[in-house]
């Protein structure tokens, strides 16, 4: 079973920037295992922020992007607004099924 | 535009069979441009992708809830359905009905959710 691990919470001050990750048990994160993040807020659906690695939604912000940073997918929030503070997920592929992490809270103090 | 809509009991006695259907507008159940995808997401927690099924049949699933899903389509109704057997309260949760596209593997469109509760 695959095991995703994200940072359970991360602070940052408004107009800075930081970076979260999706690291799996299985080793290196690839592009091939299509790193997705979603932004999820109370009583609301998950919704997709970047697919396949560094890809956006239509709706996503330009200070929201997608990498890969080492054997970890990582998403990079720039000039953070109060609105970014909230729950991030990950999710990876891994040969025909998917796996989400446990999520980072956000806190923009 | 795409919408989805689950329906089912909002409460399963454990040992029990939970059984949801998502209802599909916009769109043809038997496009073949989208998976379509079963997600929970218990109270508290992060989600957890269930599996999914594809217009031919074709069906993916979680390796840890395999032995006990079923998806499943009807396309003279337009909807899909799941079936997880043996619910315990671990499968209390919020189930959402979601969207995934075949090209970019995106999850794309979100039913609102519905809370189903395993308690007896």
């Known amino acids: 079973q695959i095991v995703v691990t994200q940072e359970p919470s991360l602070t940052v001050s408004p107009g800075g920037t930081v970076t979260l990750t999706c690291a799996s048990s299985a080793g290196a994160v690839t592009i091939s295992n299509l790193p997705s993040w979603f932004q999820q807020r109370p009583g609301q659906a998950p919704r997709t922020l970047i697919y396949s690695t560094t890809n956006k939604q239509s709706w996503t912000p330009a200070r929201f992007s997608g990498s890969l940073l080492g054997d970890k997918a990582a998403l990079t929030l720039s000039n953070v607004q109060p609105e970014d503070e909230t729950e991030y997920y990950c999710l990876l592929y891994y040969g025909g099924a998917w796996f989400f992490g446990p999520g980072t809270k956000l806190t923009v103090l | 535009q795409l919408q989805l809509q689950e329906s089912g009991p909002g409460l399963v006695k454990p040992s029990e069979t939970l059984s949801l259907t998502c209802a599909v507008s916009g769109d043809s159940i038997g496009s073949s441009s989208h998976y379509w995808t079963w997600i929970r997401q218990p109270p508290g927690r992060g989600p957890e992708w269930i599996g999914n099924i594809y217009y031919s049949g074709s069906t993916y699933y979680n390796p840890s809830l395999k032995s006990r899903v079923t998806i499943s389509v009807d396309t003279s109704k337009n909807h899909f359905s799941l079936r997880l057997t043996s619910v315990t309260a671990a499968d209390t949760a919020v189930y959402y009905c979601?969207?995934?596209?075949?090209?970019?593997?995106?999850?794309?469109?979100w039913g609102q959710g519905i809370l189903v509760s395993v308690s007896s």
């Open positions: 979601v969207t995934q596209a075949v090209t970019t593997k995106r999850l794309d469109f």
